[in-house]
């Protein structure tokens, strides 16, 4: 199994959360003042609306996070099936929640989110109604991919976060029929199980 678990990188959104808090006190400490300024209520709004997006920030890009695993599928014999699945767990604290599992027979396109095609993926999502899931716990990730799928019918656009080795295994999986079992593991940092059972029936 490869994982990829993005580094967390708070600095940017601790900024943005700062910035925040000092524009929310200034906010409601003027519409505390005993003056007569007109729309107090408005000036209250906006130092409450201040503080909602530090709340949706913190909890969203600071307290959350997520894991990517590819893995190769087994069938009930764990035997290798030939094909693969991409699982997506979303960390918060020490909560550990699968909220994508998907497998990858079933991926049209892997794409790398960007400035020069940010546009144009976004517009062929429009076109063709997909449904868009994104688990992305970086307010500006280095790497932001795009996976086009299908499941059930739906057709499905789902953003995660990468880096070059996880997007450049998905490629070989999805587009050169990435068959080699588990020959690579070495290469892709594979995790498996049960490796002492393995090694007895080999020499079975």
């Not at 997909?130 to 992305?136: D, E, L, N, P, S």
Request: proline share 4%.
């Amino acid at each position: 199994m490869y994982t990829y678990i993005p580094p967390k990188n708070p600095k940017k959104i601790t900024g943005i959360v700062l910035l925040l808090a000092a524009g929310a006190a200034l906010l409601f400490f003027f519409s505390a003042l005993p003056l007569n300024i007109p729309f107090k209520w408005l000036i209250q709004l906006f130092g409450i609306c201040f503080i909602a997006a530090i709340i949706y920030l913190t909890t969203r890009y600071v307290v959350k996070g997520y894991e990517y695993h590819v893995y190769p599928r087994e069938n009930s014999e764990r035997a290798f099936t030939g094909e693969y699945d991409l699982s997506i767990i979303e960390t918060n604290g020490k909560s550990r929640v699968t909220v994508c599992r998907i497998g990858l027979e079933k991926v049209s396109a892997v794409m790398r989110v960007e400035a020069s095609n940010a546009s144009d993926i976004k517009k062929a999502i429009a076109d063709e109604k997909r449904q868009k899931f994104i688990y992305v716990a970086d307010i500006n990730p280095p790497i932001k991919c795009c996976i086009f799928a299908e499941e059930a019918g739906v057709p499905l656009a789902i953003t995660i976060t990468a880096d070059d080795e996880l997007f450049e295994l998905l490629g070989k999986i999805v587009f050169a029929g990435f068959d080699e079992d588990l020959e690579n593991e070495d290469e892709w940092d594979w995790e498996t199980e049960d490796t002492e059972e393995t090694e007895e029936e080999d020499k079975e």
